[in-house]
């Protein structure tokens, strides 16, 4: 009985790493379309729809390159949510709370919490964050306010070239964190082996491609509402374009 017992618990953390995996499978990030910079939702080539996820979008911000704020704001176009760049951020941030989610036994997926799926095999409460270098920066990107997680260039300035090593530091709430999952090609390689980060939250990769880079940091932590999810999955991207070589 006991052996039984055993494996019907490991029959259930599998189960629920498996789960809590496919809901970790979406994050949102900044890229170019049509010209216009824009906020995506998806994961790999699959660009979702951002639009019916507007109004889930908790915050957008803009900073010049010394990381002070300047105006801007996110809009609908067509099916695209685009940013206004009449200040000419050279960063820009953003957040979306996408909500309670449970995986049922049945393998589907419900925007509900524990207390309305009881048999749930996981339950999770997720935000997704984004941070995207528009422009050459005059100082170290900072830590940017809402974004409770945070992937930071540990140096000032960018590499050039795709292959040459980036050192990043994985920040949560404003400190270092060990064992972060990153992701370093969301977009071309999102079933990748993640590396955790050590220690002093650091991790050095080299940069995947000469065009746009989106790295990502997954870190689940603690339930602030046991009754309600098991813990709560942070997401957030760091995203950059490498310029390629003058036509």
Not at 81 to 90: G, R, S
Not at 168 to 184: D, E, F, I, S, T
Not at 205 to 230: C, F, H, M, T, W
Request: charged residues 20%.
């Amino acid at each position: 009985m006991k052996r039984l017992n055993k494996t019907f618990t490991l029959m259930a953390l599998v189960a629920g790493l498996a789960a809590s995996s496919a809901a970790q499978s979406h994050g949102i990030w900044f890229a170019q379309r049509a010209t216009q910079l824009a906020l995506l939702y998806g994961v790999g080539a699959d660009d979702l729809d951002i639009v019916k996820r507007f109004s889930m979008v908790t915050s957008m911000k803009g900073y010049d390159a010394d990381g002070k704020p300047v105006p801007t704001a996110l809009h609908v176009d067509g099916r695209l949510v685009l940013v206004d760049m009449e200040n000419q951020p050279a960063i820009v941030s953003a957040v979306l709370d996408n909500g309670t989610w449970s995986h049922t036994p049945d393998g589907k997926w419900h925007k509900q919490g524990r207390d309305e799926q009881p048999s749930a095999t996981v339950s999770e409460k997720n935000t997704k964050y984004a941070v995207h270098i528009i422009g050459p920066l005059t100082k170290p990107l900072p830590l940017l306010p809402d974004q409770t997680l945070q992937i930071v260039p540990v140096d000032g300035k960018l590499p050039a070239l795709l292959g040459q090593p980036i050192k990043l530091r994985v920040y949560y709430k404003g400190k270092p964190v060990a064992g972060a999952k990153l992701m370093h090609d969301w977009i071309n390689d999102p079933d990748g082996k993640p590396v955790l980060t050590g220690a002093d939250g650091t991790v050095t990769i080299p940069v995947r491609n000469q065009g746009l880079n989106v790295i990502v940091a997954i870190l689940n932590s603690p339930s602030d509402e046991p009754k309600k999810y098991d813990h709560m999955e942070h997401l957030a991207s760091l995203s950059f374009v490498l310029p390629h070589a003058p036509e």
